[in-house]
């Protein structure tokens, strides 16, 4: 039976569509739940990128959350280079957490150890630390208030760092879930470009008050 919370998923998946594929079996895996998801799937067909080096991600990202928020009481963010297990998403529906910001942080697996699945095994891999932007989920008023990803932010890297730190700013509260394995495989150099990993030059516009892109401020 469909649950009464709706809950919107949106895929960066632009110069990503071998990993798309395998992040759209995983929900063929996850049963009934999916009932209860309207997904949202940014690829180069929605969202139209000439030179993917200059790929902005936070715009893409932005797009999505667009897309859903009429329909959806809560939605979460992901790449499509990761697979999702099974529970995640009841859990972001459970009433005790659909206010809060909850990320999971992700553990890294080789593209030839995707299949079988081995959650139970792979909870025992190690947790990368310092990553916040692997899984971003906001309700929908949470969303709204904090206005999407800094589109500032040019080609990709910090701008999940930087909403990560504007969430706090705005006082929202975080639960951190390190109980279900979020799966990210491992690949080379993203097709559109590694010059800018982890976008230092990115992490400037956290000083400057953003735009609600969600709004139409920008």
């Not at 963010?77 to 995640?88: E, K, L, V």
């Not at 639960?175 to 992490?203: C, K, S, T, Y």
Request: include cysteine; charge should be neutral; hydrophobic fraction near 40%.
């Amino acid at each position: 039976m469909p649950h009464s919370f709706k809950l919107g998923l949106v895929v960066h998946a632009v110069g990503l569509p071998d990993e798309l594929g395998r992040l759209i079996e995983s929900l063929g895996e996850l049963g009934s739940v999916m009932d209860s998801v309207r997904c949202c799937f940014i690829t180069e067909k929605n969202f139209p990128v000439e030179d993917m080096t200059k790929l902005n991600v936070a715009a893409a990202r932005n797009a999505g959350i667009r897309e859903l928020l009429s329909d959806c009481d809560g939605i979460v963010c992901i790449d499509a280079d990761y697979i999702i297990s099974p529970g995640i998403f009841e859990l972001l529906m459970e009433p005790a957490v659909q206010d809060f910001h909850v990320w999971i942080r992700r553990r890294d697996i080789k593209l030839e150890d995707a299949r079988p699945r081995k959650w139970r095994e792979w909870l025992s891999l190690p947790v990368f630390t310092d990553c916040w932007g692997s899984l971003t989920y906001l309700s929908k008023k949470n969303w709204l208030r904090l206005g999407g990803f800094d589109q500032r932010c040019v080609s990709w890297g910090a701008e999940d760092d930087i909403c990560h730190i504007r969430i706090g700013q705005l006082g929202i509260e975080r639960r951190r879930i390190d109980a279900f394995p979020l799966m990210h495989i491992a690949h080379g150099v993203r097709p559109f470009g590694g010059v800018n990993a982890r976008g230092q030059e990115n992490l400037k516009w956290v000083k400057v008050p953003q735009p609600n892109y969600l709004k139409g401020e920008a």
